[in-house]
Antibody, heavy 117, light 105 residues
Framework: EVHLVESGGGLVKPGGSLRLSCAVSGFAFSNSWMSWVRQAPGKGLEWVGLNKRKSEGGTTDYAAAVKGRFTISRDDLRNTLYLQMNSLETEDTAVYYC????????WGRGTMVTVSS | DVQMTQSPSSLSASVGDRLTITCRASQGIRNRLAWFQQRPGKAPKSLINNASTLQSGVPSRFSGSGSGTDFTLTISSLQPEDFGTYYCQQYESSPFTFGPGTKVD
């Protein structure tokens, strides 16, 4: 059975940093694109970015709202996806989900990030 | 960027109803469209990808159709567990944008 488990969320002050992790099991992680999406309280889903598999260059792509502040990376040995978030703003407050592929075939349960002074 | 719209934004329905939700892309996305269900307080769940391919384990009362710019999600007979919010997402062109959602209550 496939499991995706996000961790690393919490309360951080504006301008601060946080690193989220997404541990994946039961899935061909190293052969897959992986993505992040977020959902602000009471709002819809917002695409954050994706990371392609290393065989396709391991390149990343980001939404305009986070480009230059967020970095997606992966560790294929640990089957873990990361989201490094810097220069956090109050507008980044959301539940962050990781998902498999570009079309989010499978989802984690999410981790809450609150940016507040 | 590809803009995604959904209609209606919300609807009231009863168990047994047939529902159709529409998703429209601002430019052609071939069949690169996914549908998701989100129950209150839960993570989204994938129902359909490639516009019409049902995910494993998803009941056959769900179906998807469309190509290019216009897509539909149909629930043939609404069940109690189907209440929630439905989102479409295009993954043809980055950023892979989501629709605003359709709330079914």
């Amino acid at each position: 059975e496939v499991h995706l488990v996000e961790s690393g969320g919490g309360l951080v002050k504006p301008g601060g940093s946080l690193r989220l992790s997404c541990a994946v099991s039961g899935f061909a992680f190293s052969n897959s694109w992986m993505s992040w999406v977020r959902q602000a309280p009471g709002k819809g889903l917002e695409w954050v970015g994706l990371n392609k598999r290393k065989s396709e260059g391991g390149t990343t792509d980001y939404a305009a709202a986070v480009k230059g502040r967020f970095t997606i990376s992966r560790d294929d040995l640990r089957n873990t996806l990361y989201l490094q978030m810097n220069s956090l703003e109050t507008e980044d407050t959301a539940v962050y989900y990781c998902g498999t592929g570009a079309a989010f075939d499978l989802w984690g349960r999410g981790t809450m990030v609150t940016v507040s002074s | 960027d590809v803009q995604m719209t959904q209609s209606p934004s919300s609807l009231s329905a009863s168990v047994g109803d047939r529902l159709t939700i529409t998703c429209r892309a601002s430019q052609g996305i071939r069949n690169r469209l996914a549908w998701f269900q989100q129950r209150p307080g839960k993570a989204p769940k994938s129902l359909i990808n490639n516009a019409s391919t049902l995910q494993s384990g998803v009941p056959s009362r769900f179906s998807g159709s469309g190509s290019g710019t216009d897509f539909t999600l149909t629930i043939s007979s609404l069940q109690p567990e189907d209440f929630g919010t439905y989102y479409c997402q295009q993954y043809e062109s980055s950023p892979f944008t989501f629709g605003p959602g359709t709330k079914v209550d």
